[in-house]
């Protein structure tokens, strides 16, 4: 994770903006205490990205662009992103699908489903919803938000892309 986490900071750049950070790592931080316990420290991080977009990488480092927090219309919304990447973070889901993908045998997969194979399962997607939902709820947050901001997203993709890429 720490070596991703320094390219990622490389290739993507991340925002230097003490104030915003902190107000992140605030809300990240207070969802912790009712998160999967794990060995490792989690640190909260903006990347220079327009597009919304949110990740983590293992090892808990979280990720959220800086296209996302103006897609964002409410400290509920945001909770529950941050607690749907905590969860990835915790559950390990990273870990599991390069473990996974290294199993496969490529020549046997195909080049072009190679790629989504990298990302996260639809059940790991569905367990990271549930699970940053609950935990943003113990922590004070409305879990609607979640629904909410996946309603923004969905919307934006519908103006700029003209459909949605959101599964049904």
């Known amino acids: 994770g720490a070596e991703a986490a320094e390219a990622m900071a490389q290739q993507m750049g991340i925002v ?7 107000y992140i790592e605030s809300i990240g931080r207070r ?3 009712f998160a999967p316990k794990r060995s490792f420290d989690y ?3 903006i990347v220079n990205q327009s597009a919304p977009n949110a990740f983590a990488l293992p090892g808990g ?3 959220v662009s800086r296209g996302l927090l103006t897609l964002v219309n409410s400290e509920d919304e ?11 973070a915790a559950e390990r889901h990273s870990a599991s699908r ?4 290294a199993r496969l045998n490529p020549l046997s997969v195909g080049f072009m489903r190679a ?3 990298a990302a996260y399962g639809r059940n790991q997607e569905s367990d990271a919803d549930r699970g940053g939902q609950i935990i943003a709820a113990k922590a004070g ?6 629904a909410t901001f996946m309603q923004d997203v969905d919307a934006m993709d519908r103006l700029t892309v003209g459909w949605s890429r959101l599964p049904g």
């Open 98 to 101: 390069q473990e996974y993908n």
């Open 31 to 33: 969802m912790l205490p």
């Open 115 to 117: 790629g989504k194979l």
């Open 78 to 88: 945001l909770a529950c992103v941050l607690g749907h990447e905590i969860t990835h």
């Open 141 to 146: 947050w409305d879990p609607k938000g979640m």
């Open 61 to 63: 480092y979280i990720y």
């Open 43 to 45: 640190t909260f991080h």
């Open 16 to 22: 230097d903006d003490p104030a915003l950070l902190a």
